[in-house]
């Protein structure tokens, strides 16, 4: 799967291990939801994808993009655990061994990431020495990384989770809003709420149910201040997420009105195009009312499981499980 597709200048990203892990998980969800095996097969595609070309056993790591030139692209510590993810989503339902075996390596090579106080960004390979950190969230320590971090937790590596979460829980608050331009506070948010989500195994916990009640209230301030300069869709799919998760869990009850913004908002970012490359495809956002070129497959995958998520919890057959969680 390509990063994105650059519609403007109709020429796709590089193929991303980390976007093809969010594919694994959507193609699976979408099985799931529809009994259509159609999904299943290009799931398990995506997953065999990611166990043949995506793991590279000399380096031990999951390479930030699929480089056909020979060199080794770095690894990034939240692109490892996202495509962990998607090759344990699907491994649940194909019960391939080697997609299993390549989730389990991929989650042991997230140790490599591990300083003695924060966990690194980014590695260098095959040296797999700490790189410098950068501007960008991205490239920085930081909350976000507890998404990334629910693959340990879910190959049973619970300590290694819980040694993230008490991490994320002790920096949250210095993470919003982080910076003077609304614009990348809005990017910000994006990474915030995959905070939120890596809560997600940890709401038996006291503070943590009371940190997803306050972050939700939090990024939904922020994001109706900035949304009339800039938007992104997959926040607002995060958010509904968010709240639909955080209302089935009993940690915060849902705010009606929000949600269904959030559900009147989505479909005007999906595109309709008889060039394959879009349609159907969401677009990443909106900056003063004008779409921004890019079609999105994460952007994509969130909105649908977001707007898959408010029929369920309509129809009362929302099942708030983490692993299912895209």
Not at 158 to 171: D, G, I, N, Q, V
Not at 212 to 238: C, K, N, Y
Not at 240 to 258: I, Q, S, T, W, Y
Request: glycine letters at 10%; a negative charge.
């Amino acid at each position: 799967m390509s990063r994105y597709y650059q519609s403007g200048l109709g020429r796709y990203k590089p193929v991303s291990s980390e976007i093809t892990g969010y594919a694994a998980s959507t193609l699976v969800y979408l099985r799931r939801e529809t009994g259509d095996d159609r999904y299943l097969d290009a799931g398990r595609r995506a997953a065999t994808f990611l166990a043949a070309c995506g793991w590279n056993a000399a380096a031990g790591a999951f390479p930030f993009e699929i480089d056909d030139s020979g060199g080794v692209s770095p690894a990034y510590f939240f692109d490892t655990g996202i495509i962990v993810r998607g090759l344990l989503a699907a491994g649940r339902v194909t019960r391939d061994e080697t997609h299993c075996l390549t989730a389990r390596q991929g989650a042991e090579s997230m140790r490599d990431f591990l300083g003695d106080f924060d966990i690194h960004p980014v590695l260098d390979l095959p040296s797999k020495r700490p790189l410098p950190h950068g501007a960008s969230w991205s490239r920085r320590p930081g909350c976000y990384q507890l998404k990334s971090a629910m693959a340990w937790h879910e190959v049973g590596e619970h300590s290694l989770y819980e040694r993230a979460l008490e991490r994320a829980l002790a920096t949250e608050e210095s993470f919003l809003p982080g910076d003077d331009s609304r614009e990348r506070v809005m990017d910000r948010l994006h990474a915030y709420c995959y905070f939120l989500e890596g809560l997600l195994p940890a709401l038996d916990k006291p503070e943590c149910r009371r940190a997803m009640a306050r972050g939700v209230r939090r990024a939904g301030e922020l994001f109706d201040d900035i949304s009339p300069v800039f938007v992104r869709s997959d926040v607002i799919a995060q958010l509904l997420r968010l709240r639909l998760l955080g209302d089935a869990l009993g940690v915060l009850p849902l705010d009606e009105d929000a949600a269904r913004a959030g559900i009147a908002a989505l479909p005007g970012f999906q595109l309709s195009s008889p060039d394959p490359r879009i349609d159907g495809g969401f677009c990443f956002g909106r900056k003063c009312g004008a779409d921004l070129p890019f079609v999105n497959p994460v952007s994509t995958a969130f909105a649908v499981q977001a707007l898959s998520m408010w029929e369920q919890h309509k129809a009362g057959r929302f099942d708030p499980g983490h692993h299912h969680l895209i």
